[in-house]
T-cell receptor, first 113, second 114 residues
């Protein structure tokens, strides 16, 4: 069974640009969550999608958005990039929102210059 | 305000000895707790979990202890092995809108010396 796949693995963008990250969950999993990891900050929750609907949202500005498609694949978009957006973005999938264990992808390392 | 705290950023242990990683939480609504392990350039992988109705859960060399009154949990690794060297994240979750969203600590970097 394939794991969670995130693309691209690495990305370099210029301040002010926008970026789209992609996540394919484990086959059969319908819940996808996104996290931002920065040095010393742990994993901070961005949002969760289930059945193409955003179920929960963390404390991030509106520049961070996401969506989920009918095949459960999810995309995350960050507009008007700032230097502070440089981070590892992790996607996690769960079978359903009630499941307690999340399976993470390898992440996308975003560098904003 | 951090709801899940891992106050030790790093821990160094000799191979064969016990590693004890600690985690404190403030939200009394948390009822499920997890530990994840992360190697560089990889995503976190689930290690072990515990429900608030238990005070101990064991899986091989890994044991998690939960002290609800102190809002404290710990992960014991016995015996520690060099391959255990990684960053360990504590996570706590409560059912929010029908969903368990884990809140993570900042992690503890464990180094096991041969």
């Amino acid at each position: 069974k394939a794991g969670v796949t995130q693309t691209p693995r690495y990305l370099i963008k210029t301040r002010g640009q926008q970026v789209t990250l992609s996540c394919s969950p484990i086959s059969g999993h319908r819940s996808v969550s996104w996290y931002q990891q920065t040095p010393g900050q742990g994993l901070q929750f961005l949002f969760e999608y289930f059945s193409e609907t955003q179920r929960n949202k963390g404390n991030f500005p509106g520049r961070f958005s996401g969506r989920q498609f009918s095949n459960s694949r999810s995309e995350m978009n960050v507009s008007t990039l700032e230097l502070g957006d440089s981070a590892l973005y992790l996607c996690a999938s769960r079978g359903s929102v009630g499941n307690t264990e999340a399976f993470f992808g390898q992440g996308t390392r975003l560098t904003v210059v | 305000d951090q709801q899940v705290k891992q106050n030790s950023p790093s821990l160094s242990v000799q191979e064969g000895r016990i590693s004890i990683l600690n985690c404190d939480y403030t939200n009394s609504m948390f009822d499920y707790f997890l530990w994840y392990k992360k190697y560089p350039a990889e995503g976190p992988t689930f290690l072990i979990s515990i429900s608030s109705i238990k005070d101990k859960n064991e899986d091989g060399r890994f044991t998690v202890f939960l002290n609800k009154s102190a809002k404290h949990l710990s992960l014991h690794i016995v015996p520690s092995q060099p391959g255990d060297s990684a960053v360990y994240f504590c996570a706590a979750s409560a059912r929010t809108g029908g969903s368990y969203i884990p809140t993570f600590g900042r992690g503890t970097s464990l180094i096991v010396h041969p």
